[in-house]
């Protein structure tokens, strides 16, 4: 582990793994509180690194001071839950020990019941002969190459501290400052924080810049087709919105977040037919096998079914809008707005009344690191 300043969640991140794991190896890069402290009690191996606003710098350091066969990484946010600590315990008993690395899912968001709804995918173990690295001064990835890749269902939940957008773009400031520009995945990375801070036109250039580097990640591309989307719609670019998302096609079939966010350009301007057909795509979209960016679950569950619902109503084709408003409702039993169109669309039915149909609570993808 590398932190700094985190003593309000580090015992909790321990706490769920002390009993899994054969040596603790946590790198402080500059802490003020309590955190050497805390570290301190679950292992003698709390190390000092100077911080050179390089993240990946600092964990290929704590990597280097790892002694055992099998390398994993946690940041202090991080924490494995019963179900996935049982988990990973029958993992480390049956492992043959001839994977290279080793991937978990990475939940990212939760429910009010604390249900995953949002996650990916990562190279949570590897194999210490391996080698591998970690690139990148920000939004740092361990680049694994070649070698016997084992998938598993196990997941580490990821609780998010605080907002580090600043601390991320003074990074990349130094990082442009340093090297005269940003590419690959670095300038991919770099647009995502111009986008999360509403700098739209800015996010834009760097993206289409990034679309003309020669190489680049699947799921890295696909992201960036729907984020630049997102860019032209705030500029109000419908048309090159529409354009975008599409262009996702070229990496990968049609994604439920990319389904839904074509069928909401057609709902825009109210060509409900169109946005039907989309909005039913999300619903059978199915991810390929082996797919490592964020996957967010509400696209392929009750998102479709809350807009079908209210297209359904708009082409006045009441029985199927309250169908999908009850499929909406077995995902989100008792949510308010749901309660009500169900209401007024069976009263609807019965006396031939209009309706006016909410659309939904709010359907935005949660934030990533």
């Not at 054969?22 to 009690?41: Q, Y």
């Not at 043959?96 to 995918?121: K, T």
Request: charged fraction near 25%; charge should be negative.
């Amino acid at each position: 582990m590398i932190v700094k300043d985190e003593a309000k969640v580090l015992s909790r991140c321990l706490d769920s793994v002390r009993d899994l794991v054969d040596e603790i190896i946590i790198v402080d890069t500059g802490s003020s509180d309590r955190t050497k402290e805390i570290a301190a009690g679950y292992t003698d191996r709390v190390l000092d690194w100077e911080w050179t606003d390089d993240f990946a710098a600092a964990r290929n350091y704590s990597f280097e001071q790892a002694t055992r066969d099998y390398i994993m990484w946690l940041d202090a946010d991080d924490v494995l839950y019963e179900k996935d600590r049982a988990k990973f315990a029958e993992l480390k008993q049956s492992l043959s020990w001839e994977p290279d690395a080793i991937i978990f899912n990475y939940d990212l968001a939760f429910d009010p019941n604390g249900n995953a709804i949002a996650s990916s995918r990562r190279y949570r173990l590897v194999k210490r002969s391996q080698g591998y690295r970690w690139f990148n001064p920000v939004h740092e990835y361990l680049n694994v190459k070649g070698g016997k890749v084992l998938d598993t269902d196990i997941a580490v939940s990821h609780h998010r501290e605080g907002d580090h957008s600043a601390r991320n773009m003074a990074i990349f400031q130094k990082w442009i400052e340093k090297s005269g520009k940003l590419e690959g995945r670095t300038l991919f990375f770099y647009a995502n924080e111009l986008l999360d801070q509403k700098r739209y036109p800015e996010a834009a250039a760097c993206y289409e810049t990034y679309f003309g580097e020669p190489i680049g990640y699947r799921e890295d591309r696909i992201a960036a087709c729907a984020k630049l989307a997102e860019c032209y719609h705030h500029l109000g670019q419908k048309d090159k919105q529409l354009d975008m998302l599409l262009k996702s096609f070229q990496y990968d079939v049609p994604h439920a977040d990319i389904s839904c966010a074509i069928a909401g350009c057609f709902e825009a301007k109210e060509e409900w037919g169109l946005a039907v057909y989309w909005y039913n795509r999300a619903l059978e979209s199915r991810l390929p096998e082996g797919y490592m960016g964020v996957v967010n679950a509400a696209y392929q569950t009750w998102v479709p079914h809350v807009q079908l619902c209210f297209c359904y109503a708009r082409l006045g084709l009441l029985q199927q809008a309250l169908e999908h408003n009850n499929h909406a409702l077995s995902y989100l039993p008792g949510e308010a707005n749901l309660l009500e169109n169900k209401k007024r669309l069976e009263q609807a039915l019965g006396f031939t009344a209009s309706t006016n149909l909410s659309e939904g609570t709010n359907t935005e993808t949660p934030d990533k690191e």
